[in-house]
């Protein structure tokens, strides 16, 4: 029997990755290319191995518009595929109009929900809307809504309530814990000049409202004086959020030592260095899925702190692989911090407890295998996909009282 054919449909793919949706594509294309006939379309960048890149139209100005000509490019190039898997709203909208023009199913992993992150309409002004327009048309249309966690469901379910129950399922985010692993090594932290001695906090993501950064620096300040804070933080969304950070850290930096704010993207080795050598990893997003970022630090045995939102708790069990804070809250998140900082053999075994959970629950193996059962499944059910057997039901519960033939028809084109 032929293996399925998968055009999966993505804006990030190596080497240009930047956010937690780019990694996830990343190591699921690795893991899904054993087992299905996997085409990877990605946005911008020279074709690469296993990957066919698209690039917008250069008539265009408005980013949200050159993005949305990328899509038409990726639309036109699926034929042929049995299955179109599309990941954030950059290529949602590929995914429906390719599953329109070729009549093949279209799945849609929701990282993140556009209704949930206004502060975007600062980087995008009218394209936010655009944005949001893209992700609600694909989401409703898709023939099946991956979410990345529970969370990350009922927000979808409360975001787009046209769209069923059945049609949604929760395939989680994982990590491949031979690549992340504690690493004993010190000489990234003698190039950058962090004190292998002291206890330190550290943070990686990008410079935006949805990770918190503000809320981290404002915490920083109520840190106890040994520790040291170490920023892996750059992509500013806006410019005006950069001035905020450059004057915040400014600030830090003038009040205590040892706050390293490395703006550039590392190598993957030294992050995972960097991560390993920490007391804490700090996570203070104020809107999170799941997080990534956050197995990624567990799978190199580091406690972390993070906030109690989305699929954030599903991933960080309190008290045992770290601690749950409100989110935009500085001084919980100081006071947490804290107890780790002051107490670093708990940190450690809570270190451990993350490494084991992240090598137990989170493998890619595991990802890819629902992920291509749930494309086994859409290909037996059809064009009408999950949906279909709900429809079924409900024209059975409407046959079972007085219903006309044209009411019948209604409910099975729904």
Excluded at 23 to 52: K, M, N
Excluded at 80 to 106: E, F, I, K, Q
Excluded at 275 to 297: D, K, Q, R
Aim: proline share 7%; net charge negative; charged share 20%.
């Amino acid at each position: 029997m032929s293996r399925l054919k998968v055009a999966l449909l993505t804006r990030e793919y190596p080497p240009d990755v930047y956010g937690g949706a780019g990694v996830h594509v990343e190591y699921l294309a690795r893991a899904l290319s054993g087992l299905v006939d996997l085409t990877v379309h990605c946005q911008g960048g020279p074709d690469r191995a296993g990957a066919v890149a698209h690039h917008p139209w250069a008539e265009l100005k408005d980013q949200v518009l050159r993005v949305f000509s990328t899509d038409m490019s990726m639309a036109d190039s699926v034929a042929g595929a049995d299955v179109l898997h599309s990941h954030t709203w950059y290529a949602n909208l590929a995914g429906h109009l390719g599953s329109l023009l070729y009549g093949v199913p279209h799945v849609a992993t929701m990282h993140s929900l556009e209704p949930l992150r206004p502060w975007k309409a600062e980087q995008l002004g009218g394209g936010y809307a655009l944005s949001c327009w893209a992700e609600r048309v694909a989401a409703t249309s898709a023939t099946a809504v991956v979410a990345v966690s529970e969370g990350m469901r009922a927000d979808i379910l409360s975001a787009y309530p046209e769209i069923s129950p059945e049609r949604v399922r929760v395939i989680y985010n994982g990590i491949d814990t031979c690549e992340y692993a504690p690493d004993p090594s010190i000489d990234v932290l003698a190039r950058l000049g962090i004190d292998a001695e002291r206890p330190y906090v550290v943070f990686v993501g990008r410079i935006t409202r949805q990770k918190g950064v503000p809320v981290l620096l404002r915490a920083a300040a109520m840190l106890e004086p040994s520790a040291q804070l170490v920023l892996l933080a750059g992509a500013p969304d806006t410019r005006e959020l950069m001035g905020e950070v450059t004057a915040m850290v400014s600030g830090l930096q003038a009040s205590r030592t040892g706050v390293f704010w490395i703006p550039d993207m590392l190598p993957k080795r030294e992050i995972i260095q960097l991560l390993t050598h920490a007391t804490v990893f700090a996570c203070p997003s104020v809107y999170e899925p799941l997080g990534i970022v956050n197995l990624e630090a567990m799978a190199c045995g580091t406690a972390v702190v993070a906030s109690r939102v989305g699929g954030i708790p599903e991933v960080v069990q309190g008290s045992v692989t770290g601690l749950l804070v409100p989110p935009n809250d500085p001084a919980s998140l100081a006071d947490a911090l804290n107890v780790l900082l002051r107490d670093p053999g708990r940190a450690a075994v809570m270190g451990e407890a993350g490494r084991r959970r992240a090598v137990a629950s989170f493998s890619w193996e595991t990802v890819a295998a629902q992920t291509v059962e749930l494309y086994g499944d859409l290909v037996r059910l059809g064009p009408r996909g999950l949906a279909f057997p709900y429809l079924m039901r409900t024209a059975s519960r409407q046959a079972s009282s007085p219903v006309s033939d044209s009411a019948l028809a209604k409910i099975l084109a729904a």
